[in-house]
């Protein structure tokens, strides 16, 4: 049997880290100030299709895979740059622009170093059952919006 290539780890994004999250998991957190509107980072991993989405998806209960399009996503699983741990919230401060099939991470408003980086997933490979733990005021109960 052909072993699969090997996945390279790629070297964390400047000015974030991964540590224990305030909601679920490993987050991410900013070491350094990210002013509203710049770019934080962006999603890296290894560039999977619809077919092979819907197999890693199986059995999963935390996910990395974040959708490109209908047909492409990235898993950052194994080879993200700290991204892949940015928790889902209600109340986010970054959000995502897909741009010539990158995904991009921007500050929704000014954030502090220390500051644990979310995001409002909204429609997410994670089902509509999924429960939201967020803990904002304004939390939906739910990841998918
Ligand atoms: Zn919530």
């Given amino acids: 049997m052909k072993k699969p290539p090997k996945l ?7 000015g974030i880290e991964v540590k224990t999250s305030l909601i679920d998991g490993k987050g991410c957190f900013a070491t350094a100030p990210f002013k509203k509107g710049r770019k934080i980072a962006e999603y890296v991993g290894e560039k999977i299709s619809r077919r092979e989405i819907a197999r890693r ?51 929704k408003r000014d954030i502090a170093p220390g500051e644990e980086i979310l995001l409002d997933y909204e429609e997410s490979y994670h089902t509509d059952k999924k429960l939201c733990q967020c803990g904002a005021p304004n939390c939906r109960g739910k990841i998918n919006k």
């Fill in 8 to 14: 390279t780890k790629a070297p964390l994004a400047p």
């Fill in 57 to 107: 998806l199986k059995g999963r209960r935390r996910i990395h895979i974040c959708g490109i399009n209908s047909y492409w996503a990235i898993d950052g699983r194994d080879t993200g740059n700290g991204t892949q741990y940015i928790n889902h919230s209600c109340q986010p401060n970054c959000f995502v622009r897909i741009m010539h099939e990158h995904i991009i991470f921007f500050a």
